[in-house]
């Protein structure tokens, strides 16, 4: 029975098969066609046979690994390595046939290539998942067969194996590298200018051409007897919370991905950056209830926590209830934050619902509300109209997007800061109004 389930029969064969056919169907008009396709009939069995003998002779006649890592990052593209060799004595052909994950939707993958003794192969394919979660990598097939190419043998190798994957594990090291070589503006981050002394004292140097005057130091001037000026840094481990709506207006997908995960990756990356420099960070989840909580902490293992409980994230197909959210900040945040709600309201009516409780979450902390603009809107709204219903459409496009400027105009009417972004142009945006309100000394 095992014999039966490796075995199957090359495409060449039937082109064999083909022309013994025709050989048959030709005698019937030249009868001296007849002996020979008999012939022909006979040597072909027992080629058929003898590939059968060759291909099955050894048990162990090719090895091949699927090399996956420990995590896939979500939306982004990552690498899989096949590792492959054989040990029949003869020129192999290979055909492998990955079963991918049923999160993939992928059911064409086939390699093929040519192998000889000995020698070890290896290639590379890359798949990009859109959702989270655990992602099921079924049998790794390989096909081999003899230069007769009459029959395959098949090899099953590594069945059902798991990986996880996590929030965009690949954008937060990107970030992470430039947040540590202080290169964050290669990517389109600002440099902000820094306004007033709100920093923390970090030492006294002497003065060099540039620096603020209004920073000179008399006492170590009068002491030293040449000109001294204060040097501050930013104040450092000040908390910051990442709070995530994950109710149902975070479900809405662009480019495959739902708004939530957008959001998850950016608080990821965010949260790594705020780590790295010397903040504290934590993260709020919620939607009809509050299903994360993590406290803000200044530890760089800390970002393990956080990574764990993003993990697990999902929206639900309910509407958040923001007093819930407004209590818990309230009973749990003690020390003024730095607030940064990512939500998405499609229509005033739905921010003023919930404005109250934004206004009391920024009479003590600072609050950012993050939400995003529709990008099939804006080019809904770039195209030319060319009949009536195409001008009825971009006309309620308009009016969508006036909208987001007017909600977005309500907010900072009464202090609220806001980010209105579209979802590809999130992360940049979150850590540009963070370095924003450090430099400002906002918080």
Same mark, same amino acid.
């Given at each position: 029975?095992?014999?039966?389930?490796?075995?199957?029969?090359?495409?060449?064969?039937?082109?064999?098969?083909?022309?013994?056919?025709?050989?048959?169907?030709?005698?019937?008009?030249?009868?001296?066609?007849?002996?020979?396709?008999?012939?022909?009939?006979?040597?072909?069995?027992?080629?058929?046979?003898?590939?059968?003998?060759?291909?099955?002779?050894?048990?162990?006649?090719?090895?091949?690994?699927?090399?996956?890592?420990?995590?896939?990052?979500?939306?982004?593209?990552?690498?899989?390595?096949?590792?492959?060799?054989?040990?029949?004595?003869?020129?192999?052909?290979?055909?492998?046939?990955?079963?991918?994950?049923?999160?993939?939707?992928?059911?064409?993958?086939?390699?093929?290539?040519?192998?000889?003794?000995?020698?070890?192969?290896?290639?590379?394919?890359?798949?990009?998942?859109?959702?989270?979660?655990?992602?099921?990598?079924?049998?790794?097939?390989?096909?081999?067969?003899?230069?007769?190419?009459?029959?395959?043998?098949?090899?099953?190798?590594?069945?059902?194996?798991?990986?996880?994957?996590?929030?965009?594990?690949?954008?937060?090291?990107?970030?992470?590298?430039?947040?540590?070589?202080?290169?964050? /503006?290669?990517?389109? +981050? *600002?440099?902000?200018? &820094?306004? =007033?002394?709100?920093?923390?004292?970090? @030492? !006294?140097?002497?003065? #060099?051409?540039?620096?603020?005057?209004?920073?000179?130091?008399?006492?170590?001037?009068?002491?030293?007897?040449?000109?001294?000026?204060?040097?501050?840094?930013?104040?450092?481990?000040?908390?910051?919370?990442?709070?995530?709506?994950?109710?149902?207006?975070?479900?809405?997908?662009?480019?495959?991905?739902?708004?939530?995960?957008?959001?998850?990756?950016?608080?990821?990356?965010? /949260?790594?950056?705020? +780590? *790295?420099?010397?903040? &504290?960070? =934590?993260?709020?989840?919620?939607?009809? @209830? !509050?299903?994360?909580? #993590?406290?803000?902490?200044?530890?760089?293992?800390?970002?393990?926590?956080?990574?764990?409980?993003?993990?697990?994230?999902?929206?639900?197909?309910?509407?958040?209830?923001?007093?819930?959210?407004?209590?818990?900040?309230?009973?749990?945040?003690?020390?003024?934050?730095?607030?940064?709600?990512?939500?998405?309201?499609?229509?005033?009516?739905?921010?003023?619902?919930?404005?109250?409780?934004?206004?009391? +979450?920024?009479?003590?902390?600072?609050?950012?509300?993050?939400?995003?603009?529709?990008?099939?809107?804006?080019?809904?709204?770039?195209?030319?109209?060319?009949?009536?219903?195409?001008?009825?459409?971009?006309?309620?496009?308009?009016?969508?997007?006036?909208?987001?400027?007017?909600?977005?105009?309500?907010?900072?009417?009464?202090?609220?800061?806001?980010?209105?972004?579209?979802?590809?142009?999130?992360?940049?945006?979150?850590?540009?109004?963070?370095?924003?309100?450090?430099?400002?000394?906002?918080?």
């Amino acid at each position: 029975m095992k014999f039966l389930k490796a075995l199957y029969i090359h495409n060449a064969f039937f082109t064999y098969i083909a022309v013994l056919c025709a050989s048959f169907i030709l005698s019937y008009w030249i009868s001296d066609i007849y002996p020979i396709a008999w012939l022909l009939t006979l040597v072909l069995l027992g080629l058929f046979l003898f590939d059968i003998f060759i291909l099955f002779s050894s048990s162990e006649s090719i090895k091949a690994q699927r090399a996956l890592p420990k995590k896939l990052s979500n939306s982004d593209v990552n690498p899989i390595q096949i590792q492959f060799e054989s040990f029949y004595p003869f020129k192999t052909h290979i055909t492998i046939i990955d079963e991918l994950p049923v999160q993939f939707q992928k059911r064409d993958f086939n390699y093929s290539t040519v192998a000889i003794k000995g020698e070890k192969k290896q290639f590379d394919y890359s798949v990009r998942p859109v959702d989270r979660g655990e992602y099921f990598f079924g049998n790794l097939n390989v096909y081999a067969s003899s230069p007769l190419r009459i029959i395959k043998r098949r090899f099953v190798f590594q069945k059902d194996q798991m990986v996880p994957v996590y929030p965009s594990i690949i954008q937060m090291q990107q970030y992470d590298f430039l947040a540590i070589s202080n290169r964050l /503006s290669e990517i389109g +981050l *600002k440099k902000i200018r &820094k306004i =007033g002394h709100t920093q923390e004292f970090e @030492q !006294i140097k002497d003065y #060099v051409r540039g620096d603020d005057i209004r920073t000179l130091n008399w006492k170590a001037t009068a002491k030293r007897n040449q000109l001294m000026v204060n040097q501050y840094q930013d104040e450092k481990s000040q908390p910051v919370y990442s709070i995530i709506d994950t109710g149902r207006v975070m479900k809405m997908p662009f480019n495959g991905l739902k708004l939530l995960d957008y959001a998850i990756n950016s608080a990821l990356a965010f /949260s790594n950056v705020t +780590l *790295k420099r010397n903040d &504290k960070t =934590g993260l709020i989840s919620f939607s009809k @209830q !509050i299903e994360n909580f #993590v406290p803000a902490v200044q530890k760089i293992t800390h970002l393990n926590t956080i990574l764990e409980k993003l993990y697990r994230i999902d929206t639900a197909f309910t509407d958040a209830d923001f007093g819930l959210l407004y209590g818990l900040v309230k009973r749990k945040v003690n020390h003024r934050s730095l607030l940064l709600l990512y939500t998405n309201f499609e229509h005033m009516s739905s921010l003023k619902r919930q404005l109250p409780y934004l206004l009391g +979450l920024a009479k003590k902390h600072v609050l950012v509300v993050i939400f995003f603009q529709n990008s099939e809107l804006e080019s809904l709204i770039d195209e030319d109209a060319e009949d009536l219903q195409a001008i009825y459409h971009k006309t309620i496009a308009e009016k969508f997007y006036l909208e987001k400027k007017l909600m977005q105009k309500e907010l900072q009417k009464y202090g609220i800061q806001t980010i209105l972004t579209r979802p590809e142009e999130l992360t940049i945006n979150t850590i540009n109004k963070y370095l924003e309100i450090k430099a400002r000394g906002i918080l």
